[in-house]
């Protein structure tokens, strides 16, 4: 199977999973996540139509875009060290891993001296594992009241994680994370769902997902 003919199977699934929630399929929107695949790899995603990519780790990020065209819309989806801060602009469309106000007033203070403001989504960590980072869904309405002074920065939605493998735990933290997003003002984004679980969450009301191995690997996981 080529990246084309599985981005079409993805696409079709993402279609049919909107559909079975009665929800319009155009409102999904697919982030390819190329993590671990080469620029070439990237390329053949791009040229089969996805505009979005995401990348976990700013090094291999930055690295990447460099060999690939300026229109890719670059997302940010893994814990992003302090460190990296500095590297940032605003050639990274979305960034869905705030979770600490440490990391909030770090990106403030560096796209204020860029003039520019970052789009992020705040991760929450709804099933409580420990090996996930993200807070606490009862942590995010105040994590919010802090942010909001930080003019650069503009939180635009949430993001989560499932647990892996089969059941019904998935379901639940999306529908938990959903239901969170909509107690909240202005929380438009609901970026959950990955290769082994993004028709429930699409069933459950996520605009983004972010599918990596159901692209580029299948039959891997
Ligand atoms: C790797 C990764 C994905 C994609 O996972 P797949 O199982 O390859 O689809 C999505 N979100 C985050 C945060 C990731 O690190």
């Given at each position: 199977m080529t990246v084309a003919e599985n981005l079409a199977r993805v696409r079709e699934r993402i279609a049919a999973a909107a559909r079975r929630a009665g929800r319009d399929p155009s409102l999904v929107r697919l982030v390819a996540v190329t993590k671990g695949v080469d620029a070439d790899g990237v390329q053949s995603c791009l040229a089969a139509g996805v505009h979005s990519c995401g990348e976990n780790r700013v090094q291999e990020w930055l690295a990447k875009r460099s060999l690939l065209p300026a229109g890719v819309e670059w997302h940010l989806i893994g814990t992003v060290q302090?460190?990296?801060?500095?590297?940032?602009?605003?050639?990274?469309?979305?960034?869905?891993s705030l979770d600490r106000l440490e990391l909030a007033r770090a990106l403030d203070g560096r796209f204020r001296k860029l003039g520019r403001e970052v789009r992020v989504l705040v991760q929450v960590n709804v099933s409580g594992e420990k090996s996930k980072h993200g807070l606490s869904p009862s942590e995010v309405e105040p994590f919010l009241r802090e942010v909001?002074?930080?003019?650069a920065v503009k939180v635009e939605g949430l993001m989560t994680m499932a647990p892996a493998g089969p059941g019904t735990a998935a379901r639940q933290v999306f529908r938990a994370l959903r239901e969170l997003s909509c107690r909240i003002p202005e929380m438009a984004t609901l970026s959950m769902g990955m290769s082994d679980d993004f028709e429930v969450a699409v069933e459950e009301g996520a605009n983004l997902v972010r599918i990596g191995r159901a692209i580029f690997a299948p039959g891997s996981s």
């Open positions: 302090l460190n990296k801060v500095k590297y940032l602009d605003d050639t990274a469309c979305l960034i869905h909001a002074p930080l003019t």
